[in-house]
């Protein structure tokens, strides 16, 4: 029961190479989110989706896509991995009153 | 443009301690204001929330009163437990629009 999961938990990677992080919401809301967050905790939001449509769209580089199939999805995926995206990706959804539930996390490291 | 700012951290208490947490934010409007927890290896997950000026907002001993005069939203709780351990962030949203605007987030260490 599952509110919003993220996949894979852990990644690895090499630099130059692209990876796609899934998430998912079973809560039924419209508006889910992309977070990164940094070695010092601090969040950063980097897009955010309503109904399949981009609504917010942070100064982030163009090797980071976001992608929503259904309102239910929104997946990242990054081209050309560099070393400064090693951090902890967050998803997260928005209940009506502006409650976000958040996902586990997905924890990037790029060697 | 909208901001929250937070007491540095980290903090180191023991337990049965007294915790405030200071939070200020400046905004246009009448915004809503948040706490989350994130307890270590988790993500984030509300704590309470206060909608318009004074509310309080209150959840596991934890409260927060929305003060609009002083653009404050501090965190407090009278005696902190070891399993309170974690990052708490201050939030603020916007009457319209879906964006969150989070602090830095403070570190919480409580000790037996």
């Known amino acids: 029961d599952t509110a919003v999961s993220q996949t894979p938990k852990y990644l690895v990677t090499q630099m130059g190479n692209d990876k796609s992080i899934k998430c998912e919401q079973n809560l039924g809301h419209d508006t889910m989110y992309w977070y990164k967050q940094d070695s010092k905790k601090f969040l950063k939001i980097m897009f955010s989706?309503?109904?399949?449509?981009?609504?917010i769209n942070e100064t982030v580089p163009n090797r980071f896509s976001p992608k929503s199939p259904d309102k239910a999805h929104l997946n990242l995926h990054i081209n050309s991995l560099e070393l400064g995206d090693s951090a902890v990706y967050f998803c997260?959804?928005?209940?009506?009153?502006?409650?976000?539930?958040f996902g586990p996390g997905t924890r990037l490291t790029v060697l | 443009g909208n901001s929250v700012t937070q007491m540095e951290g980290p903090v180191t208490l023991s337990e049965e301690a007294f915790l405030t947490i200071n939070c200020t934010y400046t905004?246009?409007?009448?915004?809503?204001l948040f706490w989350y927890v994130q307890y270590p290896g988790e993500g984030l997950q509300l704590l309470l929330k206060?909608?318009?000026?004074?509310d309080k907002g209150s959840n596991k001993g934890f409260e927060a009163t929305y003060r609009k005069e002083t653009t404050s939203f501090h965190l407090e709780k009278g005696s902190v437990q070891v399993s309170d351990s974690a990052v708490y962030f201050c939030a603020l949203k916007e009457t319209s629009g879906s964006r969150l605007t989070f602090g830095e987030g403070t570190q919480l260490t409580v000790n037996p």
């Open positions: 206060a909608t318009k000026a004074d």
């Open positions: 997260a959804s928005k209940h009506r009153t502006d409650t976000q539930y």
């Open positions: 905004a246009t409007g009448y915004p809503s």
């Open positions: 989706y309503n109904n399949k449509e981009l609504i």
